[in-house]
């Protein structure tokens, strides 16, 4: 079965690696959810001879997705710095605080806005446009609210799009203004209607959601200000290839995103990508800023990202096939990992229940008979079970009851560092952390 591209509408696009049927990987069924039926879906990964843009085939209808939505953005201690820095280093560039000051709001930060996601010092304050708007900041996706707190104490006006209803009363002591609803070309003129054009636009870890691109790039162009921006965040494919983060897949994300097709498809809309990052949040990010044609100047940033795409052959399907060995190959190792760990005797859970959790478990075959529990910090996720694979989830503190486990599978391997450190004391009485990803690691 073969879908259209998404960026190109070239009418074929070709399989790479199929990771079977699996269930929604963000939906945790509670325990009177298992005794009904749970939607399975194929989970196969293609790439576009066309343009290179790699997509998923097959497409789940994101309101079965998105509705209500467990994961939140504030149970990762790294990702709430992550977008306090964000929120420093956009308002900085793009001028917002000195606009939301001009209109009575509070004063913008004399300092720096300290580090970059690179680690960097972050740059002076510049402005890409001359943006026509008094500091509204859109966040499409914007979950609980958690960006748009930090924009909110800069000064900034602030509005949250973002369809999850459970999310809508779970963050609604922020305070934040959000648009319950998906973001697209039928709903951004009302949005731009009652909250007015936005200076910037923002949307991290949304974008690779996004089925239509062509009305998602024309909702921008009508809630943006004349000289606006738009600045996305989203998993990188070279970052994917590099990992081998294979479990960065689920149908949540039916695009992985290099600058190349991406580039394209608002070239085709009449926009410009005038700024192009890398960042280490997760497993790796790219942060583009879009503009209008004309409206900003094209960064050179831009042209050496590019460069390096080529140089890589992520544009080139062979690379691919590649990869999908590589994929089989990682799976056989971490079930021998597992498997004579058991073998031994030793008690074996898990920490973290991301999405891509639920995508290794259930490729790889791992249920309540390898792992005991699960431990989350997800207040949301804690008493339920994994999508598919069906082992219960609990507080972390259960990593430190009798019987405790010997090892542990950490499925939130992009935040190892972060949650090795809170587990401290669970490694000091002998416990074990196992890393999947990219290679088998117990540390």
Not at 34 to 54: I, T, Y
Not at 240 to 260: I, K, P
Not at 283 to 294: N, P, S
Not at 382 to 403: C, F, K, N, W
Request: net charge negative.
């Amino acid at each position: 079965m073969t879908a259209s591209c998404l960026v190109c509408s070239e009418p074929e696009v070709e399989v790479f690696l199929d990771l079977g049927s699996t269930a929604l990987a963000n939906k945790f069924p509670s325990a009177e959810d298992l005794n009904r039926p749970e939607p399975r879906f194929p989970l196969r990964v293609g790439f576009c001879r066309g343009c290179g843009h790699v997509q998923l085939v097959e497409r789940v209808p994101p309101a079965a997705m998105f509705t209500d939505y467990l994961y939140v953005s504030s149970a990762s201690d790294t990702l709430r710095a992550h977008f306090d820095d964000l929120a420093a280093t956009l308002t900085a560039r793009h001028l917002l605080g000195a606009r939301s000051a001009e209109r009575g709001g509070a004063s913008p930060r004399s300092e720096l806005p300290g580090e970059d996601g690179m680690g960097r010092n972050a740059e002076p304050a510049r402005s890409f446009g001359a943006l026509a708007d008094g500091g509204l900041v859109v966040d499409i996706g914007c979950n609980d609210a958690s960006l748009l707190c930090c924009f909110r104490d800069r000064g900034a006006r602030t509005l949250g799009v973002d369809p999850a209803e459970n999310l809508a009363e779970f963050s609604r002591e922020t305070g934040i203004e959000r648009y319950r609803g998906f973001f697209g070309a039928d709903t951004a003129g009302e949005i731009a209607d009652r909250w007015g054009r936005a200076a910037l636009v923002t949307a991290t870890n949304t974008f690779p959601h996004i089925p239509d691109l062509g009305g998602f790039v024309a909702g921008l162009d009508a809630v943006l200000a004349p000289g606006g921006a738009f600045v996305l965040e989203a998993h990188y494919l070279v970052d994917l290839l590099d990992q081998l983060a294979f479990d960065t897949v689920y149908h949540e994300h039916v695009s992985y995103w290099a600058l190349g097709p991406m580039m394209r498809l608002f070239e085709d809309h009449g926009m410009e990508i005038v700024r192009a990052e890398r960042l280490p949040i997760h497993h790796g990010q790219l942060r583009a800023t879009v503009m209008r044609r004309g409206e900003g100047e094209v960064d050179g940033s831009v042209a050496e990202v590019l460069a390096a795409e080529r140089q890589l052959g992520i544009d080139r399907f062979d690379t691919w096939r590649t990869f999908a060995g590589r994929v089989g190959r990682l799976k056989a190792e971490v079930m021998d990992c597992l498997g004579g760990l058991k073998a031994e005797g030793r008690r074996l859970a898990g920490y973290g229940a991301p999405a891509k959790g639920s995508t290794l478990l259930e490729f790889f075959g791992v249920g309540p008979g390898t792992l005991d529990f699960i431990a989350d910090r997800s207040p949301l996720k804690q008493g339920r079970y994994t999508p598919g694979s069906h082992i219960p989830i609990v507080a972390p503190a259960r990593l430190l009851e009798e019987p405790s486990p010997d090892h542990v599978l950490l499925l939130a391997w992009n935040f190892e560092e972060e949650i090795l450190a809170q587990q401290a004391e669970f490694r000091r009485r002998g416990g074990r952390f196992i890393l999947p990803v990219p290679i088998v690691r117990i540390v």
